[in-house]
């Protein structure tokens, strides 16, 4: 009765548009639109294989992670020259953070050890299917990281299809527990969500608190 609702609602072709837009969405990706992608319980008869949805949600999201490498750039600049230029500056800083996972050496004869290194970290970045890690908070990082623009896209596509692979073989593996895979991934995903909504508004607590005084 539940499937039968949902895929009135979403018609025929549903699941491959509900996949398309997760995996292209910041944070949800393919290790939720995978699992979304492929539960009966959601879908009935008319959900995707396993490798029907990586498929598809690898597709997705490598055209979406490509476009950010491209683009993040050029719109941040522009960005930057508006009002919404403290939030880009915000942004930037949250993934200069992140940086310390590469931890990258800056002596000159080991520029070569370095960038192979960099780029292998980025695609383990890519690679780890949670919810901080992925394909936006990953291309923005590869813009920030002294990488050629090819070399961001291949860390990309390479990190992302060891992602939707490494979430498709927990979905084989753990088919009759794909509902619960989703749902913990879901929660988690909400946990981190609340977690920097929390942070966002201690900040701006701190700040008013700051001109008071």
């Not at 508006?82 to 310390?100: N, P, R, T």
């Not at 860390?155 to 084989?172: F, I, P, R, Y």
């Amino acid at each position: 009765m539940f499937e039968e609702q949902i895929i009135n609602f979403f018609g025929e072709w549903g699941v491959f548009a509900v996949v398309i837009i997760c995996a292209c969405m910041p944070l949800v990706d393919s290790k939720i639109a995978i699992p979304l992608g492929c539960a009966t319980a959601v879908w009935g008869s008319s959900a995707m294989t396993v490798w029907g949805a990586t498929l598809v949600s690898f597709l997705a999201s490598t055209v979406a992670g490509i476009l950010v490498v491209l683009l993040l750039t050029p719109i941040f600049n522009r960005l930057k020259k508006k009002k919404l230029g403290k939030y880009v500056v915000q942004i930037e800083s949250f993934l200069e953070k992140k940086m310390k996972f590469f931890n990258r050496p800056n002596k000159k004869k080991q520029v070569k050890n370095t960038k192979a290194k960099t780029m292998a970290l980025l695609i383990t970045f890519y690679a780890l299917p949670l919810p901080v890690f992925g394909i936006y908070s990953g291309a923005g990082l590869s813009v920030l990281l002294n990488l050629k623009v090819w070399q961001r896209i291949l860390c990309l596509v390479v990190g992302n299809l060891l992602n939707c692979l490494l979430v498709a073989t927990l979905c084989v593996l753990f088919y009759s527990f794909v509902p619960l895979i989703l749902a913990t991934l879901i929660i988690m995903l909400i946990l981190v969500l609340l977690w920097y909504l929390i942070n966002f508004l201690y900040g701006i607590h701190f700040k008013r608190k700051q001109k008071k005084a």
